[in-house]
């Protein structure tokens, strides 16, 4: 359920930047497409770029169920997101997204200035991290006091997947794409109220509940509260 909401919550502040279809996107890590392939619906043409081969299979499976007109504008490629200038022969996209994948690098430099080298002049460049932050919130909320006390002052954390993932500020991520010439827009906050609780919901609960995230990411002091930033910006 709080893939769902995240994956809602960024479609929608994707709309508000992305050029109309049939504008080219590059999904850097984008997994089984679950970012990306509701932007191929609307008419965007997506190149997938992923490290995992399982999780391309998932995205080629995931794929097959589409209809032929949305299987024709998705191009799934192998390999890692530092490689992705010369993996796509320099090709330069409309839109680059790279969602979920800074925190567990060891550093994102490298990463920015590769997507940023894909991205084509008056292009949206959009990444989403950890927010440094908001370290000390989860440990608190499950009574892990020693933990919490030490996350004030921490990098990164355990995450839910069990792997070491570290976090970034907006600030520095923001600084990053400013040396290669993209300009920052604007930032969000996504899983506010989710992250922080136990929630089973479907249907018209689950649209209510993600209208409700929707709204938070826009707005401060709800957006610096999230667990993570979704940060856009403009070559």
């Known amino acids: 359920m709080k893939g769902r909401v995240r994956t809602y919550v960024l479609h929608c502040h994707l709309l508000d930047h ?3 279809p049939p504008a080219t996107v590059l999904d850097v890590g984008g997994g089984a497409g679950h970012q990306s392939f509701p932007l191929a619906r609307l008419g965007y043409e997506v190149v997938l770029l992923d490290s995992s081969e399982s999780m391309l299979a998932a995205a080629e499976q995931r794929l097959a169920a589409e209809p032929a007109d949305v299987r024709d504008r998705v191009r799934l490629v ?3 997101g530092e490689d992705a200038p010369s993996l796509l022969r320099g090709r330069r996209f409309a839109a680059v997204l790279c969602h979920g994948v800074l925190m567990y690098l060891r550093e994102p430099a490298a990463m920015i200035e590769s997507l ?5 002049p008056n292009s949206i460049v959009s990444v989403m991290a950890l927010n440094a932050a908001t370290l000390a919130v989860r440990p608190a909320l499950e009574h892990r006091w020693d933990d919490a006390r ?3 002052d921490a990098d990164g954390e355990r995450g839910v997947l069990g792997l070491e993932t570290r976090a970034d500020t907006v600030e520095e991520l923001s600084g990053l794409l400013a040396a290669h010439d993209v300009r920052p ?3 969000y906050g996504v899983w506010l109220f989710t992250d922080w609780m136990d929630i089973d919901a479907e249907g018209d609960e689950l649209t209510r509940i993600a209208e409700v995230e ?3 990411s826009r707005r ?7 667990r993570v930033f979704h940060l ?3 070559r």
């Open 185 to 187: 827009l604007t930032w």
């Open 78 to 80: 192998l390999g890692d």
């Open 220 to 226: 401060d002091p709800y957006r610096r509260l999230s």
């Open 214 to 216: 929707l709204e938070a």
């Open 150 to 152: 030490a996350a004030f």
């Open 232 to 234: 856009v910006g403009r």
């Open 116 to 120: 940023c080298a894909c991205a084509a």
């Open 18 to 20: 992305l050029p109309p």
